[in-house]
């Protein structure tokens, strides 16, 4: 009787599973497998919240396998270091014939599969489960994108005529087994408040692309509203493909999906930024080590000071868009995209201190993290990264305060001390008790970073 493994990573789901499907068409007998990694979380800067989330979705995903006669196993493996020996005993103990995954773009990744596929001789089969691969798409004369415009356009021709065609649950491998449960492998945070269930996560997608997809372009710059998915932990994991969220959005939405004004339009733009990232960390795998992507941005004097990035992480800088919208990271482990650009451009822009001091701290926070978005995220309010805008784009913290929370409502839940206080008031307050003046002069921390970058030029 012949026996595949299905290697897990971050795609913990059953359905549009492409590994899965082929391990159960071309085997008789299929097992699950995960290796937790601890210390690579640790060096990857992996949130408590995200642990917790991934531990539920492990479940989940366990109970899911366990009802098609499939046992997932969780391996210990500490390390991406230890995978691959780790790999090899797994297959002996269970005398696997063939692991199947799916690829995955980031450089240790690559470095893992690529030890693995050695120890296996033949015996491991990566496949593609991208919206738009990174050996799929690149300009006419192979180079890859660097500019996102022109990259979002060669994907929806591509999508076009190659539409996702979303893959079916698989047959029960055997009679229902009971499912194993995954041991706590760290410090945790409550994930509760976001699903983890794969049915959970496709009723969320459905009810976005039937009653919010068309409002997005309007909604998605507000954080008082539900205007976006807020499926980018789901996503993250994989509990969904992004397939399935275009396959969805089609079936809701039909043809104004390729309509790039129409709220169904800019949300499936927002799916190719993912997708966009992910190709800049496989083809500049200098950003996945901590490189700007722009190298002569590399030489820019950034600060380190510490005084300043506590008042930021905390939410005590005296811009209350900005203190809002890093406490909601704090309580929610995930913060509005617009703020995510906000709280990003203040750290760079008007405090100076470097944008990988950042960055670290969202993956800290974060239960949706995504090193390749989250990198890409960075460099973009940087201006170290692929954003095709000059430098000299600043974001003034008050005015977009005023333009995306005009009546303060956000500001108002995240940061109480407001809570009497409307408008322009609300937006510029003056130091209260409990409340701190702005810690710096938004003008003049303007003109420093026009220097920083033009003393660059120079
Ligand atoms: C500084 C910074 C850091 C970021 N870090 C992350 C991160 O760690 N993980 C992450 O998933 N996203 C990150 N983003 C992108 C974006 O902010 C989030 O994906 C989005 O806020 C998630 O909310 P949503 O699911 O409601 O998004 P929706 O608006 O509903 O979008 C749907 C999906 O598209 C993808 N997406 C949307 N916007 C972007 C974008 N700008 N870049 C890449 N993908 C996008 C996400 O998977 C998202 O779930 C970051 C952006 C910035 C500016």
């Not at 046992?71 to 995978?83: K, S, T």
């Amino acid at each position: 009787m012949s026996i595949a493994a299905v290697w897990f990573r971050n795609d913990l789901r059953c359905l549009d599973h492409q590994a899965l499907s082929e391990a159960c068409k071309q085997h008789e007998q299929v097992r699950g497998v995960y290796f937790l990694c601890p210390a690579q979380l640790d060096e990857h800067v992996t949130a408590p919240m995200r642990r917790h989330f991934l531990r539920r979705a492990l479940d989940e995903l366990a109970a899911q396998l366990a009802a098609l006669g499939i046992p997932l196993d969780i391996v210990n493996a500490w390390h991406f270091r230890e995978v691959p020996q780790a790999l090899v005993g797994y297959c002996d103990k269970f005398n696997i014939d063939e692991v199947f995954a799916h690829r995955e773009w980031l450089v240790d990744e690559i470095r893992r599969d690529d030890a693995c596929a050695a120890a296996l001789e033949g015996r491991f089969r990566l496949l593609d489960d991208s919206l738009t691969s990174p050996l799929q798409i690149s300009k006419d004369d192979g180079d890859p994108y660097k500019v996102f415009t022109p990259f979002s356009r060669r994907c929806r021709d591509h999508l076009r005529q190659h539409f996702p065609q979303c893959l079916r649950r698989p047959k029960t491998k055997g009679e229902p087994i009971e499912p194993s449960t995954c041991p706590v492998f760290g410090e945790e945070v409550s994930s509760d408040d976001w699903a983890a269930s794969e049915s959970e996560v496709l009723a969320q997608l459905r009810r976005f692309c039937s009653k919010q997809a068309g409002k997005y372009k309007e909604r998605r710059d507000l954080p008082s509203e539900a205007g976006t998915s807020e499926l980018s932990p789901a996503l993250a994991l994989g509990l969904v493909s992004p397939q399935q969220c275009l396959a969805r959005l089609y079936s809701e939405c039909g043809d104004t999906i390729w309509d790039t004004k129409s709220g169904p339009g800019t949300w499936f733009n927002e799916l190719l930024w993912r997708d966009f990232y992910r190709h800049i960390a496989y083809h500049y795998p200098r950003v996945v080590m901590g490189k700007a992507f722009q190298p002569h941005t590399d030489h820019i004097a950034w600060r380190y000071d510490q005084d300043d990035f506590d008042a930021w992480r905390e939410g005590r800088t005296g811009f209350p868009i900005v203190d809002a919208a890093m406490r909601q990271l704090k309580e929610r482990g995930w913060m509005h995209n617009r703020l995510r650009m906000i709280t990003a451009s203040f750290l760079c822009k008007d405090l100076h201190i470097d944008w990988r001091w950042g960055e670290k701290h969202f993956l800290a926070h974060l239960v949706d993290a995504d090193f390749a978005s989250n990198n890409g995220g960075w460099q973009w309010a940087a201006s170290t990264g692929t954003d095709a805008a000059p430098y000299f784009r600043i974001f003034n913290p008050t005015t977009q305060g005023q333009r995306f929370d005009p009546e303060g409502k956000f500001i108002r839940q995240y940061v109480p001390e407001l809570a009497g206080l409307s408008g322009k008031a609300l937006h510029q307050p003056p130091a209260l008790k409990n409340y701190p003046g702005p810690i710096v002069d938004h003008s003049q921390a303007r003109q420093i970073s026009l220097a920083l970058f033009k003393d660059l030029a120079d």
